[in-house]
């Protein structure tokens, strides 16, 4: 179901932007594409704070805008803890050159500005007016069935659940004794002490897309072994490869993937393009739904994993993160591994990859609302 929200002038536009973005954002300079009279979402990046690279920041803002299929038209609003200068000219609104310098390139590509607005503590106002003034901002945004609380800025959510010491003793525990079980080839050991939970894991770790499929059902109750084999295919490239593309795809997905990493390990075959794709954000929109329950499984398992295996789960977490167009959120678990282990390799990927603006091909269809 599509819900149309409505707005007759700056105002109310203004009022209907978080909705759009799902969240209330705080610096930042929000683009709202537009085909016609429509928008269908908004795209948030992190205000400039630097004139040297102003000119690659508006190409790189309207080139997403531009991007978003059957856009037309863009508007825009600045959310700044900056106040408005008073000059003796009449007022100043905080990054207006920057704004000057995004609708200059907006309009050199040939789209058509709807509005131009900033919000700041002292109230909102248009950069498109020749004298601006400050009027008085209402704050609340309109209540829209299924979009939830818009209340929180864009780092609303990022944070990992709460995570009892037990529990994680628990998981640690599992862990510990599911890798040395799987080090010595699966099989007891001599004096066959290995706890029964983990070699019930490994029964688990028989058929991977199968579990993968399974802990999908349970994001946020796995038993503790069942959490622990987790960590360890996402501890391993492999895997994990096969975990992303599955839960983007389809378990179908994660078999072929799994077949083809193996393929791949014995130089036989190189790894479908197709497949490949996924991880670039190349193809099928995946199912939103599916992404956000796989979210919620590894942010639980980045809570409960012992320091030294928490980079795997939150590496995913901020795949499965871009993938929904959540791309600050992305940055907040990149962070966290950095904090663990600067030399983690996919996290170095992705962090390349969302600090030069890339976001999914899908992000851009119509319907979807990326938000870096």
């Not at 066959?192 to 029964?203: D, G, H, K, R």
């Not at 084999?229 to 072929?256: H, I, M, S």
Request: proline share 8%; glycine share 8%; charged share 20%.
């Amino acid at each position: 179901m599509t819900t149309l929200l409505r707005a007759s002038g700056s105002a109310e536009f203004l009022s209907i932007v978080p909705s759009l973005a799902g969240f209330t954002p705080t610096e930042s300079l929000v683009l709202l594409p537009f085909r016609g009279t429509r928008t269908y979402g908004a795209m948030r990046l992190d205000l400039p704070r630097s004139h040297d690279d102003l000119a690659d920041y508006a190409d790189a803002a309207v080139g997403l805008v531009s991007r978003v299929e059957r856009t037309d038209a863009v508007a825009l609003v600045v959310y700044t803890d900056d106040t408005v200068q008073r000059t003796r000219d009449g007022l100043v609104l905080p990054f207006a050159v920057e704004v000057d310098e995004v609708l200059g390139r907006a309009e050199d590509a040939g789209l058509r500005i709807v509005d131009a607005l900033c919000v700041t503590p002292d109230g909102w106002s248009s950069y498109l007016d020749g004298d601006p003034q400050v009027r008085r901002l209402d704050r609340r945004a309109p209540e829209v069935p299924g979009v939830g609380d818009v209340s929180g800025d864009q780092l609303s959510g990022a944070a990992l659940p709460a995570a009892g010491f037990a529990d994680k003793e628990r998981v640690g525990r599992a862990l510990r004794d599911v890798s040395g079980l799987l080090e010595r080839g699966g099989t007891p050991g001599a004096t066959s002490t290995e706890n029964p939970q983990a070699i019930a894991a490994l029964v688990l770790l028989e058929d991977i897309p199968a579990f993968f499929e399974s802990v999908l059902a349970s994001p946020d109750d796995l038993p503790p072994f069942a959490t622990a084999a987790l960590l360890w295919c996402l501890d391993r490239p492999l895997f994990r490869d096969v975990a992303l593309t599955q839960w983007a795809t389809d378990a179908r997905g994660g078999e072929r993937t799994l077949q083809a990493q193996l393929d791949f390990a014995g130089a036989t075959t190189r790894v479908p393009d197709d497949l490949g794709d996924v991880f670039l954000g190349r193809g099928p929109t995946p199912d939103p739904q599916r992404l956000a329950v796989a979210l919620s499984l590894v942010r639980t398992a980045a809570a409960l994993a012992p320091p030294a295996a928490r980079p795997a789960p939150l590496t995913a977490a901020a795949w499965l993160s871009w993938a929904l167009g959540r791309s600050s959120h992305a940055a907040q678990y990149l962070d966290l591994v950095r904090a663990i282990d600067p030399e983690y390799g996919l996290a170095a990927l992705l962090a390349s990859m969302i600090d030069a603006a890339m976001l999914p091909e899908w992000a851009f269809r119509r319907g979807a609302t990326p938000a870096i």
